[in-house]
Nanobody
Framework: QVQLVESGGGLVQAGGSLRLSCAAS????????MSWYRQAPGEQRALVAE???????NYADTVKGRFTISRDNAKNTVYLQMNSLKSGDTAVYYC????????????WGQGTQVTVSS
């Protein structure tokens, strides 16, 4: 059974940084497309960043140049480094494993809250 456990969220001042972690069990992160989504109050979940099995990365326009997604294959963990945080980045951040391209489904973590104070 696949399990994704996020950590690293918290309260930070605008302009600060946080690093989110997503530890995976029951699946190998380097073999999958791993993504970070976020959901702010009253809004739909939106893709923030993704990293594919070949290492390609994609980012939402709103975070390009500020956020970096990466993975540590030895630790089977995906990270989201968030710099120059803004109040608009306040949301619950979710880690996902996406196997839809292989006929599978999306697995979601439980989410971690990020709050940016202005």
């Amino acid at each position: 059974q696949v399990q994704l456990v996020e950590s690293g969220g918290g309260l930070v001042q605008a302009g600060g940084s946080l690093r989110l972690s997503c530890a995976a069990s029951g699946s190998v992160v380097r073999l999958n497309t791993m993504s970070w989504y976020r959901q702010a109050p009253g809004e739909q979940r939106a893709l923030v960043a993704e990293i594919t099995s070949n290492g390609s990365t994609n980012y939402a326009d709103t975070v390009k140049g500020r956020f970096t997604i990466s993975r540590d294959n030895a630790k089977n963990t995906v990270y989201l480094q968030m710099n120059s945080l803004k109040s608009g980045d306040t949301a619950v951040y979710y880690c996902t494993r996406d196997r839809r391209a292989l006929g599978g489904s999306v697995t979601w973590g439980q989410g971690t809250q990020v709050t940016v104070s202005s």
